[in-house]
């Protein structure tokens, strides 16, 4: 018999596999544009690829944590005061980046553009970071007590596993955003990204073979591979041959980070926080989930809702999935070219920074 408070479980893993593909494309773009761009305007180009949808794409993270909250509220207790210090940071990041959307080009000064390209950039690279270090801590464990309370200091949340998981969802980031690059742009632009698409597909396989290894032989859950990891390697593999190909193998390398974040839950099912201080301690699907009339209505809400969600990502990618063009520089003498940017929206054309 298949409980709720397992497929509540799935579901939970489903949320966060769908923010970090995502998320993932568009905390790589933040990532990569103050590099990639060589001037203002190819950087306007690399931020308007994702202006009109990275904000609907951070409702995923919403939706995780509350679901969290509701299916699961020893789990969210237990997690959110444990990482309150990181998940605070996590919220600056969303806060300055999202404010960097808006303010970049409200005051026309290279100092304020570079302020706020700079705040977009580390604040993509922060979220993934954290996160992914959060996530590896849930299965690497930490010391939870019998109440199920954190006993350890924030330094303690840095454990090794956590941080390379951190660093293999960043790096999957920084790969995922360069497959899309190639998607939405042309020109010189294009050919630089897809050069170092290929470079980043291949460190990309490199770090998450590495944080396959480390899991089964360093945290010792077993010698076979799940289904999911084999997807990921295979996945993260391909992809970095369909970028070395100019393939622009968006797909794989969405497939290679979802698998990577599933493969996390897989494992780390049926606990949900793993005590290191003494196994009976660890949270549980059992012993951390709401009554089941709770389940119950939270099922029904999310069968209504969780479709037209769906959808509504679908539609945004479909609608906004043409090539951006970076404008061609005036000719001498002539007035300055608009910061208008040929298939980009008004939203994101107007408030980008450089």
Same mark, same amino acid.
Not at 161 to 181: E, I, K, N, S
């Given at each position: 018999?298949?409980?709720?408070?397992?497929?509540?479980?799935?579901?939970?893993?489903?949320?966060?596999?769908?923010?970090?593909?995502?998320?993932?494309?568009?905390?790589?773009?933040?990532?990569?544009?103050?590099?990639?761009?060589?001037?203002?305007?190819?950087?306007?180009?690399?931020?308007?690829?994702?202006?009109?949808?990275?904000?609907?794409?951070?409702?995923?993270?919403?939706?995780?944590?509350?679901?969290?909250?509701?299916?699961?509220?020893?789990?969210?207790?237990?997690?959110?005061?444990?990482?309150?210090?990181?998940?605070?940071?996590?919220?600056?990041?969303?806060?300055?980046?999202?404010?960097?959307?808006?303010?970049?080009?409200?005051?026309?000064?290279?100092?304020?553009?570079?302020?706020?390209?700079?705040?977009?950039?580390?604040?993509?690279?922060?979220?993934?970071?954290?996160?992914?270090?959060?996530?590896?801590?849930?299965?690497?464990?930490?010391?939870?007590?019998?109440?199920?309370?954190?006993?350890?200091?924030?330094?303690?949340?840095?454990?090794?596993?956590?941080?390379?998981? =951190? *660093?293999? $969802?960043?790096?999957?980031?920084?790969? #995922?955003?360069?497959?899309? /690059?190639?998607?939405?742009?042309?020109? %010189? &632009?294009?050919?630089?990204?897809?050069?170092?698409?290929?470079?980043?597909?291949?460190?990309?396989?490199?770090?998450?073979?590495?944080?396959?290894?480390?899991?089964?032989? =360093? *945290?010792? $859950?077993?010698?076979?591979?799940?289904? #999911?990891?084999?997807?990921? /390697?295979?996945?993260?593999?391909?992809? %970095? &041959?369909?970028?070395?190909?100019?393939?622009?193998?968006?797909?794989?390398?969405?497939?290679?980070?979802?698998?990577?974040?599933?493969?996390?839950?897989?494992?780390?099912?049926?606990?949900?926080?793993?005590?290191?201080?003494?196994?009976?301690?660890?949270?549980?699907?059992?012993?951390?989930?709401?009554?089941?009339?709770?389940?119950?209505?939270?099922?029904?809400?999310?069968?209504?809702?969780?479709?037209?969600?769906?959808?509504?990502?679908?539609?945004?990618?479909?609608?906004?999935?043409?090539?951006?063009?970076?404008?061609?520089?005036?000719?001498?003498?002539?007035?300055?070219?608009?910061?208008?940017?040929?298939?980009?929206?008004?939203?994101?054309?107007?408030?980008?920074?450089?």
């Amino acid at each position: 018999m298949i409980h709720l408070n397992n497929i509540w479980f799935i579901i939970i893993a489903i949320f966060w596999v769908g923010y970090f593909i995502l998320e993932g494309f568009d905390f790589g773009v933040g990532m990569l544009h103050s590099f990639v761009g060589q001037n203002d305007a190819e950087r306007r180009v690399i931020v308007n690829s994702i202006g009109p949808i990275w904000d609907g794409n951070e409702v995923w993270l919403v939706v995780a944590g509350a679901a969290i909250f509701a299916a699961f509220p020893g789990w969210y207790a237990t997690m959110f005061s444990t990482l309150y210090l990181a998940l605070v940071i996590v919220l600056f990041a969303l806060i300055v980046r999202g404010v960097s959307f808006e303010y970049g080009r409200k005051i026309d000064d290279p100092r304020w553009r570079a302020t706020w390209r700079w705040s977009l950039t580390i604040g993509s690279l922060l979220i993934p970071f954290l996160l992914g270090t959060a996530l590896g801590d849930l299965l690497h464990g930490l010391p939870i007590d019998s109440s199920h309370n954190y006993t350890g200091s924030f330094w303690g949340l840095l454990v090794p596993f956590g941080l390379y998981t =951190g *660093l293999t $969802v960043t790096v999957l980031c920084l790969f #995922l955003g360069a497959a899309y /690059l190639t998607l939405k742009t042309e020109g %010189a &632009l294009h050919d630089r990204v897809a050069r170092l698409s290929s470079r980043l597909g291949w460190l990309a396989a490199l770090v998450t073979f590495g944080w396959l290894t480390w899991i089964h032989v =360093g *945290l010792g $859950v077993g010698f076979f591979p799940n289904p #999911l990891e084999v997807l990921a /390697l295979f996945a993260v593999v391909g992809a %970095a &041959l369909f970028a070395e190909s100019r393939s622009e193998g968006w797909a794989a390398a969405a497939t290679a980070m979802g698998s990577v974040v599933g493969s996390l839950f897989f494992e780390l099912f049926p606990k949900v926080m793993v005590s290191s201080t003494n196994s009976a301690y660890s949270l549980t699907v059992s012993n951390s989930a709401s009554p089941s009339y709770t389940l119950k209505v939270l099922s029904v809400i999310a069968l209504i809702f969780l479709p037209l969600v769906l959808l509504y990502q679908g539609w945004s990618l479909w609608t906004f999935r043409k090539r951006l063009v970076t404008p061609a520089a005036p000719p001498a003498g002539s007035e300055p070219a608009t910061s208008r940017v040929v298939g980009a929206v008004d939203r994101s054309e107007a408030d980008g920074p450089g």
